[in-house]
């Protein structure tokens, strides 16, 4: 038993987190279908499928520094639930709550990718096919914000003690990006 423990705190102590891509595993190899266009477009010459198309597809990644779901939350679906499918305010209210006492600079990444309908791929013979992809992304970062600043625009600007004071936010950074893209590719091998 002690081996174990001591095997997996040494494992743990060693292993670093490994930040990829996103939909890297549904995105590559000849099963990718119409999913692997956007990161190896020859996939679709080579595809295991006649025809592919996507209905609908979607991803979603949010991650902070600043903000806490209160434990059990998401085991009990409580986003889903009376009031909160209505009002963003009582969802903050009773199941989001801030950090205290933060010392280090605010940071958040967000990330949303939409493969939108109808995208498709057929193989047109036994080396070639057409397909039309549809999808945006959008990337959001926050870095450097003053976790005051950031209890101020999570209190919606409403604690008045928080006016008149001011507030260090010395490099902070915030950056969005959308894009879309449309892609309609004829290949052949």
Same mark, same amino acid.
């Given at each position: 038993m002690k081996i174990r423990l001591l095997f997996l705190i040494g494992l743990s102590l060693?292993?670093?987190?490994?930040?990829?891509?996103?939909?890297?595993?549904?995105?590559? &190899?000849?099963? %990718?279908?119409?999913?692997g266009i956007w990161m190896n477009p020859a996939n679709?010459?080579?595809? #295991?499928?006649? =025809?592919?198309?996507?209905?609908? &597809?979607?991803? %979603?990644?949010?991650?902070?520094?600043?903000?806490?779901?209160?434990?059990?939350?998401?085991? #009990?679906?409580? =986003?889903?639930?009376?009031p909160y499918n209505s009002s963003f305010s009582a969802v903050k209210q009773d199941l989001l709550f801030p950090v205290q006492g933060l010392e280090v600079p605010v940071k958040a990444y967000a990330s949303s990718e939409w493969q939108l309908p109808l995208s498709f791929l057929a193989t047109t013979g036994p080396q070639s096919a057409i397909s039309l992809n549809m999808r945006n992304r959008s990337v959001m970062t926050v870095e450097n914000l003053n976790p005051?600043?950031?209890?101020?625009?999570?209190?919606?600007?409403?604690?008045?003690?928080?006016?008149?004071?001011?507030?260090?936010?010395?490099?902070f950074q915030f950056n969005f990006l959308n894009w879309r893209g449309l892609t309609l590719l004829m290949e052949e091998f």
């Open positions: 060693i292993i670093k987190p490994v930040i990829g891509q996103e939909n890297t595993g549904l995105a590559s &190899g000849n099963y %990718s279908g119409v999913s679709i010459v080579d595809s #295991r499928y006649k =025809f592919d198309i996507a209905v609908f &597809g979607s991803e %979603s990644y949010f991650d902070n520094n600043f903000l806490l779901i209160k434990n059990g939350t998401l085991l #009990r679906k409580l =986003f889903s639930k009376e005051e600043t950031a209890l101020m625009l999570f209190n919606e600007l409403q604690n008045s003690e928080s006016f008149n004071q001011v507030q260090n936010n010395d490099g």
